[in-house]
């Protein structure tokens, strides 16, 4: 078996354990409200810029779509500023959803138990999945 393979899993599997051993979470809504909408904005937009895995996924991606004949520059930036586009509707579809649900989440306290124990299980479960799967029928 390979080593990396089981290091991942045992990661995952850790951090399961983690989850279940975790005390509950600490309401972070008065953390949220002391700072304002601009800085907040700020922060996120800079996390988001500075994250390398956000370069190699337009590194991978990208450049099989763009076509010899024409400036990759120019098809870089449509194809980026599409995909910002797209990214921007769907994560504006998550932020109202969470944003209708919170009150509700927040007055039962035992969702916030039981997505202690969904988080947990499914670290253990993946880290378990990767640690017996067969690498060869996942590639098919």
């Known amino acids: 078996m390979n080593d990396k393979k089981l290091a991942g899993a045992a990661y995952l599997v850790f951090l399961g354990i983690k989850a279940l051993r975790s005390r509950p979470p600490v309401e972070a809504t008065a953390r949220l409200n002391g700072g304002s909408p601009t800085w907040l904005f700020r922060d996120g937009f800079l996390v988001a810029l500075l994250n390398p895995k956000t370069g190699l996924f337009f590194a991978a991606l990208l450049p099989q779509f763009i076509s010899p004949g024409a400036s990759p520059f120019g098809q870089s930036l449509v194809l980026g500023c599409v995909f910002v586009s797209i990214a ?53």
């Open 88 to 140: 921007m509707c769907t994560d504006t579809i998550y932020v109202l959803t969470a944003s209708a649900m919170a009150k509700t989440i927040r007055q039962q306290s035992g969702w916030q138990h039981s997505g202690r124990y969904f988080s947990a299980a499914t670290f253990i479960g993946l880290g378990v999945y990767a640690a017996f799967a067969n690498p060869r029928s996942s590639l098919r």
